[in-house]
């Protein structure tokens, strides 16, 4: 028995609460559900016809399952604030109706119903849409908010969308603002907002070509049409400069890895932290920058000479036999990634000549044609990956002397 013909039977049957109060009204129609969606669904639909609307109390290992009206239970005071205290003004509509029905799913599948108690202390309601539980949307209702949001559309909008769609539906603005942040928790998987934007913002930064970047920035201008300020600032202050960041363009750039855009911030951070504090006359100034020089040229002295020494256990073989002691840790560990590649058959099927170009260094398509041979040093390692320290030196002792110069 379906539910609208379930309902038709208590209207002839003249149904009276007080009259059939202790039966087991839902037993009556011998009902069976072989899911536990499709039990909610129609006792859903049953009582929202009668004018009560019902909600789950308690459920457990899918098996078992309690319903009771959605004015049942009291308010909880959870943070103990008394009502004269509060900023806002709050109110509950929990009146503890003892309503209630418990469901059970058999060894053959299907769910049994039984109404433990079936009185309810309150008339039924002549408007449904005031219960939050008749405003609940499908999932294919949920699916075309998100699509709908996807495409910029307001949404009062959407809700004019899903009327035109559904007559019968429930649903305020509010529901839809509701679900648009239901959404966009799921989306964020517990990161905060500036870090799913961070995240965004590499897809675009790492595009593989024009095309590609193309594509990324129009999605995350649909995606935050709303931060029009936050687009403007990137359009106007970043994308001007996008051919010095952005991987489309820089991969055919040798920086050896390096495409940050703020050196002169870190130089400055790490000279803070010699400067310490904001005030100083000149004369301590001059002499703290001349430390912070002195200490890094020490630094980078003292870990060239370190991995003139080392030999990394992986690249210790005949095919980095001339690069051992004259090539820097960085550059081994790049060419090593090339090597694995050769060696597991796991490089794209042509060279685009954009590791060599950005890196300086063979790739691993170079490396197919150097079986059973060594890697040339001189010839296709470029002078950023060698350790020639005299050029570096050179340039700090200069960076010194001129500061020495001005203090003096």
Known sequence: MDVDKANECLVGNSYDQN???????????????????ELLGTLRQFYSIQGYAISIKNSKNDRYLTIGCDRGGCYQNKWKVPTKHRQRKTATRLINCPFEI?????????WLVEEKNNSHNHEPSSDMSGHPSCRRLSQEEITTIEEMTRSGIPPRQILSSLRQSNP??????????NTKVKLRKGNLARRT??????????????????QAFNQAWN????????????????????????ERFVHAWTKNCTHFGNRVSSRAEGAHAKLKQYLQV????????????????????????????SE???????????????????????????????????????????CTGHFMASMGLPCAHKMIGWKGKVIPLKKYIHNGGLMEESWLFLKLEKQMGRIQEVGS
């Open 19 to 37: 009259d059939q109060e202790g039966t087991n009204l839902v037993g009556q129609f011998g009902w069976k559900f072989q899911s536990r969606d």
């Open 102 to 110: 418990r469901c059970k799913r058999q060894e053959d599948g299907f």
């Open 168 to 177: 019968k539906l429930q649903a305020i603005s509010r529901t839809i603002y």
């Open 193 to 210: 907002t500036i870090q799913v934007l961070f995240e965004e913002l590499c897809q675009v930064i790492n595009s593989e070509d024009e």
């Open 219 to 242: 999605f995350v201008e649909l995606l935050y049409k709303e931060k029009e300020k936050v687009l403007c600032y990137i359009r106007n202050t970043w994308l001007p400069f996008k």
């Open 278 to 305: 904001s005030t100083g006359d000149l004369h301590q100034v001059k002499n703290k920058i001349c430390l912070a020089i002195d200490n890094e040229f020490n630094e980078i002295k003292t870990q060239l000479s």
């Open 308 to 350: 003139r020494i080392r030999v990394p256990h992986k690249c210790d073989n005949y095919f980095f036999k001339e690069l051992i002691t004259n090539v820097s840790s960085f550059a081994l560990r790049e060419l090593l990634k090339q090597y694995e590649m050769v060696k597991c058959g796991t490089m794209r099927s042509t």
